[in-house]
């Protein structure tokens, strides 16, 4: 029973390249956030999707990044001409319903460097 | 003033005692609370869920929930070393996405 999987683990960047953060949810959850945990800090909800759908994007900058939950196939956060301040944690979680009280579980996370 | 407020810490407490964490909240329509666990480098784990005022029981874990006070808390009973870890309280405000404070971090001296 697989959990929560990200990929790539560790991955590193030149300012101004792009990155690309893959999260499969657990089986049988349709739904996935992603956060962002600066060091030191706590965690950051950054956008909430369901297949082929984002329902809330509130906290995703406004430019260079995205995210995206097709029909097939892995959530894909994209982040464009990084720089460095985009260094963090980046994990997923997923849970099975909606409604206001579904349990998030957590990914091993993706950890972003960028030179 | 943020959504969700945990004392920072470092709290320190020796093996064997009981570690108090404490958390509040701002949105009153909030639904569900949830306490995750964090080693250094990892991933947030799930400790427990409450979602009715009182107590809630799991082990050595017994979360507490005060809507009115909207205020939430974690105890540790019988602190291990392996407890030492930064606890993220998380609220649930009813639309799907989850709202963390920065956590507590807990350091159990043997």
């Known amino acids: 029973n697989a959990g929560v999987m990200q990929n790539p683990r560790h991955l590193v960047r030149r300012r101004g390249q792009e990155a690309r953060l893959r999260c499969s949810p657990m089986?049988?959850?349709?739904?996935v956030y992603w956060y962002r945990q600066l060091p030191e800090e706590g965690l950051k909800f950054m956008v909430y999707?369901?297949?082929?759908?984002?329902?809330?994007e509130s906290g995703m900058p406004k430019e260079r990044f995205s995210a995206e939950f097709p029909k097939e196939g892995p959530s894909i956060l994209r982040i464009q001409q990084v720089v460095r301040g985009d260094s963090a944690a980046y994990f997923c979680?997923?849970?099975?319903?909606?409604?206001?009280?579904?349990?998030?579980?957590f990914g091993p996370g993706t950890r972003l460097l960028v030179l | 003033q943020k959504e969700v407020e945990q004392n920072s810490g470092p709290l320190s407490v020796p093996e064997g005692a009981i570690a108090s964490l404490n958390c509040t909240y701002s949105?009153?329509?909030?639904?569900?609370f949830f306490w995750y666990r964090q080693y250094s480098g990892k991933s947030p784990e799930l400790i427990m869920f409450?979602?009715?005022?009182g107590d809630k029981e799991d082990g050595r874990f017994t979360a507490q929930l005060n809507k009115a006070s909207q205020y939430v808390s974690l105890l540790i009973r019988d602190s291990q070393p392996s407890d030492s870890a930064t606890y993220l309280c998380a609220v649930n405000p009813g639309s799907g996405d989850m709202r963390f404070g920065a956590g507590t971090r807990l350091t159990v001296k043997p």
């Open positions: 409450i979602y009715s005022n």
């Open positions: 949105d009153r329509g909030s639904q569900s």
């Open positions: 999707l369901q297949k082929e759908n984002i329902i809330d």
């Open positions: 089986k049988g959850h349709s739904h």
């Open positions: 979680a997923s849970s099975p319903i909606v409604g206001g009280q579904e349990t998030q579980y």
